[in-house]
């Protein structure tokens, strides 16, 4: 299975401030299918970013995906106080989907 | 809008079956290029995939928990479901379901159901 480690594991920052969150995979991930959610307390996730770079449907275009192969970056160019939360990324080019271990982006 | 609805058992005794649920609304489950999955989350942790089952009913293991998984679904009841058998303390977790958009991420996701296993 493919093995995805996300660094930093806490990210401390102020709001208005950038935020970059990477995602190194253990082999190449097919045709950039990876995606990003977001997570806070006592929520399911919510799907940010799909094909590396595609936006979901209505999320805000301060967060943006890139990379390719095995490693992959989020980026918020500025927090706003809704988006301090968890953020895991998942790859989906090989049949046995795995998930990041996550960066939780907190209120410094 | 699409909406997913666990229910299910939220304690189980250690080595019995783990049984869950998931209620799907707003969406046709037996059409489209989608998937039907369960993710689960231990407290704390981070997301763990579990599955995916097909509205042909073919299904895809997380090869750790392939020996003790059954999945099935009933698209005239839009509903399919999770059987976890041999459960043990380390099953104890958020179980998630969610919609698997082809070729393989997640767009809506139910709320959770928290599973403890416990005597």
């Known amino acids: 299975d493919i093995v995805l480690t996300q660094s930093p594991g806490t990210l401390s920052l102020s709001p208005g401030e950038r935020a970059t969150l990477s995602c190194r995979a253990s082999q190449g991930v097919s045709s950039s299918f990876l995606a990003w959610y977001q997570q806070k307390p006592g929520q399911a996730p919510r799907l940010l970013i799909y094909g590396a770079s595609t936006r979901a449907t209505g999320i805000p275009d301060r967060f943006s995906g890139s990379g390719s192969g095995t490693d992959f970056t989020l980026a918020i160019s500025r927090l706003e106080p809704e988006d301090f939360a968890v953020y895991y990324c998942?790859?989906?080019?090989?049949?046995?989907?795995?998930f990041g271990g996550g960066t939780k982006v907190e209120i410094k | 809008q699409v909406q997913l609805q666990e229910s299910g058992s939220g304690l189980v005794r250690p080595s019995q079956t783990l049984s869950l649920t998931c209620a799907v609304s707003g969406a046709s489950m037996s059409s489209g290029p989608y998937t039907w999955s369960w993710i689960r989350q231990p407290p704390g942790k981070g997301l763990e995939w579990i599955g995916y089952?097909?509205?042909?009913?073919?299904?895809y293991y997380s090869r750790s928990l392939k020996s003790r998984l059954t999945f099935s679904i009933d698209g005239s009841k839009r509903q399919f479901s999770l059987m976890l058998n041999s459960v043990t303390a380390a099953d104890t977790a958020m179980y998630y379901c969610?919609?698997?958009?082809?070729?393989?991420?997640?767009?809506?996701w139910g709320r959770g159901i928290l599973v403890t296993v416990s005597s």
């Open positions: 089952i097909q509205h042909s009913g073919s299904t």
């Open positions: 969610a919609r698997e958009l082809l070729p393989g991420y997640f767009d809506f």
């Open positions: 998942q790859q989906y080019g090989t049949s046995r989907k795995t």
